[in-house]
């Protein structure tokens, strides 16, 4: 059976590694972006890259507009994550029962194989759209969003559609993401003689506990789309060997906001809450350290110009048309800070991303590529 040109170009998509060049094996984005330049460039559509990143650029495909000075942003990463714990061959895309398999399929070359095909579709037919449209292949999400910063700076939009796997949903909310380090410091000494010591574990023990508990009140307040805020210890890491009084321990958090918690706010409370253990164990010493992320929540009102094209497309195609929450973060934040009100949509389940076994259901692919098309010529119209 002959493979649909949309399945195609997200099978060779697939093959190339794009993994983010911050985790074991990654390359980065220059072989996939140089990939989607020629794309559309064999199209004849106007193609450019911003640097990013060394050898790591976004790539910028551009679709005039009737009305030249208004604009729409669609936008989805190239990079993935690793393929470390992957079961199955992460770049040869298999096809069966109706998903291809393979890394970034869901997550989320299968929402940009279908915006690439939406701008294909609407050039091949020339049809001129309401508004000017880019679509954004950025760098470097799965990592720092530095492809999302470079795009946002100084730009001017009046929607933006941020491809992530939704299953179809219309996401207007989507929670923030604080992550930071702290490091309690001991006094090594001896096990024979641990009095002589200060056990920087016994210390992190005691601050874990008391992040425990104050995260029992995090359930206090609840986002209609989004539920509670959300705080884990990952990671945590003590001790030189099992006869040392330990005099370091570390433990790295994730903190998941809600639509008006500041990031940094919300790092000096748990500053507090250290400032006030230490009351209690004058020889407990933290250090907490810059947070590595302090992305603020997605929350775009229902009302806004794009949510409200997006409910009528979805309408007009059957789907499901109330907007959604999602507890995971995107590049969207980056645009709605920049005043640029966006959404998230998708083909996939965000269960399959990052998985040992990943894929994306090819009717949702075909779905959302029709969901893109419609929506350029829904907006502003």
Request: aromatic share 6%; with cysteine; charged share 20%.
């Amino acid at each position: 059976m002959a493979v649909p040109p949309l399945i195609e170009t997200l099978a060779d998509l697939v093959r190339i590694n794009s993994v983010n060049s911050a985790y074991e094996g990654g390359r980065g984005e220059r072989e996939i972006a140089t990939w989607i330049g020629r794309y559309f460039a064999r199209l004849g559509i106007e193609t450019w890259e911003q640097e990013v990143l060394p050898g790591r650029p976004n790539l910028i495909a551009r679709l005039p507009g009737r009305d030249p000075a208004r604009r729409i942003i669609l936008e989805a990463h190239m990079d993935t994550a690793s393929v470390g714990g992957m079961t199955i061959p992460p770049f040869e895309p298999r096809i069966e029962e109706g998903k291809l398999y393979g890394r970034g399929a869901c997550d989320t070359k299968g929402g940009l194989a279908a915006m690439m095909h939406a701008i294909a579709t609407l050039a091949a037919e020339k049809i001129t759209p309401p508004c000017e449209v880019w679509l954004a292949a950025a760098a470097d999400e799965e990592h720092a969003f530095a492809g999302v910063t470079r795009l946002a700076q100084g730009l001017r939009a009046d929607a933006a559609v941020v491809a992530e796997p939704t299953e179809l949903r219309a996401v207007i909310a989507t929670k923030g993401c604080l992550r930071w380090r702290i490091v309690m410091h001991g006094r090594a000494a001896h096990s024979s003689k641990p009095q002589l010591g200060i056990s920087a574990i016994n210390h992190m023990a005691r601050l874990v506990l008391a992040f425990e508990e104050a995260g029992k009140g995090l359930a206090d307040r609840v986002h209609p789309l989004l539920g509670s805020a959300t705080c884990n210890i990952g990671l945590i890491q003590g001790g030189e060997q099992v006869n040392f009084v330990p005099g370091r321990c570390i433990i790295d958090i994730d903190r998941r906001l809600l639509p008006g918690e500041k990031p940094l706010e919300i790092w000096a409370g748990y500053q507090a809450l250290i400032d006030r253990l230490q009351r209690d164990h004058p020889d407990l010493k933290a250090t907490m350290e810059t947070p590595t992320m302090a992305d603020e929540a997605l929350e775009t009102p229902a009302n806004s110009a794009p949510a409200r094209a997006a409910a009528a497309v979805l309408s007009a195609m059957a789907l499901d048309a109330r907007p959604a929450g999602v507890p995971y973060g995107s590049d969207a934040s980056k645009l709605s800070r920049q005043g640029i009100p966006s959404i998230v949509f998708g083909p996939g389940s965000i269960d399959r991303a990052h998985a040992a076994v990943e894929y994306v259901e090819l009717t949702q692919v075909a779905l959302a590529a029709d969901f893109y098309h419609r929506f350029i010529l829904q907006f502003g119209s």
